[in-house]
């Protein structure tokens, strides 16, 4: 299995990509699809039918804004072939709406089979001889802007990768990641930021430590780290390796991994 990395950042970052990476493995997986993530699916992989399948973690424009479009584009070069679409409770009903939206009577007319499945904690799904494994992540649960979010493990053989997608700490990640390869984890804000207290969204260097260390993964990659400190790249590792001792990573665009 590989993993490609085409984004690792957080929303609104002046110049880094949001976060996003592609899977290849018997079937190819694009892990959500923001909105500056198409130009890189077709700079890389330009071929129509190269993806499979397509996961959304969640509905925030920094992870689903960019699929109307990769879609239309493989309507525009005739695509025939199947496409997956898997997201969280709800996810159909919105990315259609959105559909509407944006290419107003397009959906229906896209040219090739579109499958939704929707996912929630303990779901299963073969690709393939691709194993998909779901959790909930605890974004905004409890505030008026819940929505709900998978994280998703993915296993190929004996290989496995992780992503929690955006979450506050949850053991439900840390068991979903129990002995994978390669934990993807949410690194927001520093623990001891005021972020942390008032709307907790989102995790810590040092909860994404704690979440490798517990899961025993081999490797802890940190997306999402927010602009205001991501200049200071040496301090976001250093409270993550406070707990978590293995490699720690913080991954450039483009950047790969075989796992
Ligand atoms: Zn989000």
């Not at 493995?25 to 330009?46: E, H, M």
């Not at 190929?156 to 990641?177: K, M, P």
């Not at 984890?185 to 001891?192: E, F």
């Not at 025993?216 to 993550?240: C, H, M, P, T, Y």
Request: proline fraction near 4%.
């Amino acid at each position: 299995m590989k993993l490609v990395f085409l984004g690792s950042s957080e929303a609104f970052h002046d110049t880094k990509a949001n976060v996003s990476m592609v899977v290849l493995s018997d079937r190819n997986i694009l892990v959500d699809c923001g909105y500056n993530v198409p130009q890189k699916v077709w700079q890389s992989y330009p071929d129509k039918d190269f993806l499979d399948a397509v996961f959304i973690s969640h509905f925030h424009a920094d992870h689903v804004s960019g699929l109307p479009i990769l879609i239309m584009r493989m309507r525009q070069d005739k695509r025939t072939k199947p496409l997956t679409l898997i997201g969280p409770e709800g996810f159909e009903k919105s990315f259609k709406e959105l559909y509407e939206l944006v290419y107003r009577g397009f959906f229906q007319a896209s040219g090739f089979p579109i499958n939704f499945i929707e996912v929630k904690g303990g779901s299963r799904i073969l690709l393939g001889k691709t194993e998909l494994l779901f959790a909930d992540a605890n974004h905004l649960v409890g505030t008026q802007y819940f929505v709900p979010t998978a994280a998703i493990r993915i296993n190929s053989g004996s290989s496995s990768i992780c992503y929690s997608s955006d979450t506050v700490y949850t053991d439900r990640i840390t068991n979903l990641a129990k002995g994978c390869d390669i934990l993807i984890h949410d690194s927001y804000m520093p623990a001891d930021s005021e972020y942390h207290k008032r709307m907790p969204a989102h995790s810590s260097p040092k909860d994404a430590g704690k979440a490798a260390r517990l899961a025993g993964a081999g490797k802890l990659v940190l997306f999402n780290i927010n602009r205001k400190f991501d200049k200071d790249i040496e301090s976001i590792l250093k409270e993550a390796r406070q707990e978590f001792k293995g490699k720690i990573i913080i991954p450039d665009e483009g950047q790969s991994f075989d796992i």
